[in-house]
């Protein structure tokens, strides 16, 4: 019989042996390599030069002839676009890390500026056609999944007929321009629609969709302290918010109270209200993100491989409940909690006890000491949230709001004509439901294309998802899916239609359809390995 000794022996000869299998790099290849990522740092170093130079150039010169905020805007802008273009895959992460500070940047910096409040855009269009580019150069589908194909032409067929024979053809109201109108409105209806293919090709593996997974967390995170900041701020007398405004103005958010980050804000505590816009340009544009990022904290928290992200994660998530509790949204406060029971149970969390156990004592824990601290705030949006059910219950105003668009018709009454941004090209009507505001404005054979369309989204993401055999990114995908199922039948508002749920449920559809082939090659790794470990 062979001895211990013998044994180690063998083993340590059969690990060398396993090792020689896979030769190591030669001197002559990691010196080429080396080359190779010499002349990258290069070239991107002397694109930085030459779009930093021309857009510093630009920047003096309307410095001089403009005002400091267009020589700022363009010479910034001129940088954004020609990099965005150049590196369409960066130029999606600036997009999204950009984005949830875009209403703090137009108001503090830009001070309401127009060319301000499109600058996200200079992200995401020149990187979209870069990657259009290379789709067409590698012959890559642009348009992904195949099964999307069908439903997005009808519906943008459906589109172009009410353009032509509804905005085209009636006679517009004095000032209106109704085919500007009907075009932006196609273009916050599905313009950020190629952000499935954008980030279809941008997660190549499982480390981009950990980065990105880990990036939304860190986002919601600072901007979620920011908010506690602006609340302190107000709370404190430091700004002062809508205090010492009269009538009306008491109860409406305003540009003038702006305070720290954000737009306009409400906070009146000598009439009980508040609504604070974190650092979006809008109070309740800040809850839609904190509804989201209740799926996004959630998903790291429950499924990120690292013990110190998943904390990050439960921080993420109990600083993302505490301001739906103090920001004054009625919406927030009610469907953070629900969307995060709607994941527990969707995603069969609920019966990990192993891991909910500890995340649920946490996060109650963090909510309690919350409660404990400041209970006279948490009841005064208890008691907002429960007067205001009371007042309209959310299934009456819906139901009123399909009631007054009856009269869209076939083909409704013009693209853009109930969207709120396009006010610029004539005037709008206030249609504060989604399903809704597509029946007056494309009519019921409009709205049932786009009810394929997202009906296709949610199913053909169903699949992809439930084909991942790795447990993290199925857990993963299981997280975002439910967001994407949420979002795709919620007629309460028009998130669909501005940042940040326009941009977010357009990306993460597309990172659900990537799961299996990031499965793919997971699984082709863990198969390499045991093949490696066999031959030892």
């Known amino acids: 019989m062979p001895t211990q000794k013998s044994k180690k022996k063998s083993k340590s000869k059969s690990k060398k042996k396993g090792k020689s299998a896979t030769p190591p790099i030669s001197k002559k290849e990691l010196a080429a390599r080396k080359r190779q990522r010499a002349k990258q740092i290069q070239k991107v170093i002397g694109d930085l030069v030459t779009y930093g130079g021309l857009g510093l150039v630009i920047g003096i010169t309307l410095f001089f002839v403009a005002e400091p ?5 363009g010479g910034g802008g001129i940088v954004v676009l020609g990099l965005s273009f150049k590196y369409p895959m960066l130029g999606l992460w600036g997009f999204l890390i950009y984005m949830p500070f875009a209403g703090t940047v137009t108001y503090w910096i830009g001070g309401g500026s127009p060319i301000f409040q499109v600058a996200k855009d200079g992200f995401y269009i020149p990187a979209m056609i870069g990657i259009g580019m290379w789709c067409k150069k590698t012959g890559n589908r642009f348009i992904l999944p195949k099964a999307l194909k069908n439903p997005l032409f009808i519906l943008i067929g459906c589109c172009l007929v009410t353009l032509v024979f509804v905005n085209g053809l009636k006679e517009p109201n004095p000032g209106d321009k109704p085919i500007l109108m009907g075009i932006w409105g196609m273009k916050v209806l599905i313009g950020y629609l190629p952000l499935i293919t954008g980030a279809y090709y941008q997660l190549k593996g499982k ?4 980065f990105v997974a880990r990036l939304t967390v860190i986002l919601a995170i600072i901007c979620c302290f920011l908010g506690l900041v602006q609340y302190q701020y107000l709370s404190s007398g430091k700004c002062a918010g809508t205090r010492g405004f009269t009538g009306d103005q008491l109860f409406r958010a305003s540009l003038e109270a702006k305070c720290l980050i954000g737009g306009a804000l409400l906070f009146s505590p000598s009439q009980g209200v ?10 309740w544009q800040w809850g839609w993100f904190l509804i989201s990022n209740a799926a996004f904290t959630f998903a790291v928290a429950f499924s990120d491989p690292s013990p110190l992200w998943r904390i990050g994660g439960l921080f993420g998530m109990a600083i993302v409940f505490v301001n739906a509790a103090i920001c004054g949204q009625r919406i927030a406060l009610a469907l953070v909690p629900v969307v995060t029971i709607i994941l527990l149970v969707l995603t069969g969390q609920i019966a990990n006890l192993k891991r909910f156990l500890p995340i649920g004592i946490g996060l109650g824990v963090v909510l309690g000491g919350v409660i404990v601290s400041n209970p006279v705030v948490v009841q005064e949006r208890i008691d907002s949230f429960i007067g205001r059910w009371n007042a309209s219950p959310p299934t009456a105003f819906i139901a009123q709001q399909f009631h007054e668009t009856r009269y869209g018709g076939l083909l409704g009454l013009g693209v853009g004509r109930a969207t ?9 009507a206030l249609v504060e439901t989604y399903y809704p505001k597509l029946l007056y404005e494309i009519g019921q054979i409009g709205t049932i294309a786009m009810l394929l369309l997202v009906t296709t989204i949610t199913v053909t993401g169903f699949k992809a998802y439930r084909s991942v055999k790795d447990k993290s990114l199925r857990s993963y995908g299981a997280s975002y899916w439910v967001f994407v199922l949420i979002i795709s039948y919620n007629t309460y508002y028009y998130p669909l239609d501005v940042d940040p749920v326009a941009v977010y449920y357009w990306y993460f559809a597309g990172v659900v359809f990537r799961l299996p082939e990031i499965d793919k090659q997971e699984q082709a790794r863990i198969k390499a390995e045991q093949e490696m ?4």
Not at 69 to 73: F, P, Q, V
Not at 207 to 210: D, M, N, Q, Y
Not at 533 to 536: L, M, T, V, Y
């Open 69 to 73: 905020k267009i020589a700022l805007a």
């Open 533 to 536: 470990e066999n031959s030892k």
């Open 420 to 428: 709120n941004s396009a006010r610029v090209f004539g005037k709008t």
């Open 274 to 283: 508040i609504r604070l816009p974190g650092t979006f340009v809008a109070p």
């Open 207 to 210: 480390t981009e969709l950990l």
